[in-house]
């Protein structure tokens, strides 16, 4: 079926080259990015120079997502392709994208970002979580991506080198709005900053520095603001009973009081896990376009400090 898939691929891009970047867009060049989140760095640089297309639509999961050939025509047209860098389908895709249309660039939004790996410590959760060296690395079951943990965008940190290679890789195609880009982009800088450092003063006063959620997916904003995150999820797989009971028995030490559930994923598994610890259960949305706002709010539900996010 993947071999079939390449196929048909590879018909679509080759019809799609040289018949341009301005098709269904307005009359604008074409960038598209992966998630969401990289639509909303980019708009704030580029603001209406460009049309922005987002491979994976909001409630896809870009763990398991792969790109039909319609959408794949459509990238073709762009002027720039920009890959978070190590979700599940992205490398494969961007390699053949590049083999039969050397004239879109590739961007690894992740170049120069200080990586986590996917750590596999097959459900290793009572290892001494106390050691403040480890925060951020509990998320205990393996991801499949190579070993690297592809989601930079939960960290301000790490977004910050994210808009700097998107910025350089639009400069570089526009010079003559050059100006503009950067004066954009200083103010997403800003916003940027404010962002880290209301997640950090939201934080500070937490009631417990560790929180579980399904999927790890914040591994990255756990490394930055001393938590530590314990994924229900066990190697893309829902958990067996005996896998429950080591998080609950973790939980139950941690003192853990808040359980996150990422939009999309089943709630089943997080409910036993709350039922049994006296926990509450919240949907988040990493893949938000509204990044600023989504981390805020989960910084909000782990400080408990705003009651408009826990109804």
């Known amino acids: 079926m993947q071999k079939y898939l390449y196929i048909i691929l590879l018909s679509a891009l080759t019809l799609a080259c040289g ?42 999961s870009p763990e398991t997502y792969e790109p039909a050939p319609s959408v794949m025509v459509d990238m073709a047209k762009s002027d720039i392709y920009f890959m978070v860098g190590d ?19 590739i961007v690894n939004c992740s170049e120069g970002i200080e990586r986590m790996e996917g750590h596999d410590h097959s459900h290793d959760h009572a290892h001494d979580h106390d050691h403040h060296h480890h925060h951020g690395d509990i998320t205990a079951h393996v991801h499949a991506h190579s070993g690297v943990d592809p989601h930079v965008w939960s960290s301000p940190r790490a977004v910050k080198v994210l808009v700097r290679n998107m910025l350089d890789a639009v400069v570089k195609l526009d010079p003559d709005n050059e100006e503009a880009f950067r004066t954009n982009f200083d103010t997403l800088s800003v916003k940027i900053e404010r962002t880290d450092s209301l997640i950090r003063d939201l934080l500070k006063d937490a009631p417990s520095k560790s929180f579980i959620i399904y999927h790890p997916a914040l591994g990255y904003f756990a490394r930055d603001y ?7 999820e066990f190697e893309g797989k829902s958990p067996s009973p005996s896998q429950i009971k080591e998080i609950v028995d973790v939980a139950r030490k941690e003192k853990i009081n808040t359980i996150f559930i990422e939009r999309g994923f089943d709630t089943k598994n997080a409910s036993v ?5 006296g926990a509450k259960v919240f949907e ?11 981390l805020l709010r989960i910084a909000t539900i782990l400080a408990r400090e705003a009651d408009e996010y826990l109804r």
């Open 226 to 232: 001393g938590l530590h995150q314990i994924s229900i």
């Open 273 to 277: 896990i709350a039922q049994e610890i």
């Open 19 to 60: 018949s341009g970047t301005r098709n269904n867009s307005g009359g604008k060049r074409i960038l598209t990015v992966t998630i969401e989140p990289q639509r909303y760095f980019l708009d704030q640089i580029v603001d209406n120079a460009f049309a922005i297309n987002t491979l994976v639509p909001p409630g896809s």
């Open 87 to 105: 979700l599940g389908f992205e490398n494969a895709w961007s390699k053949r994208l590049a083999e039969n249309n050397p004239n879109v660039t």
């Open 284 to 294: 988040i949305d990493p893949l938000r376009y509204e990044w600023d706002e989504e």
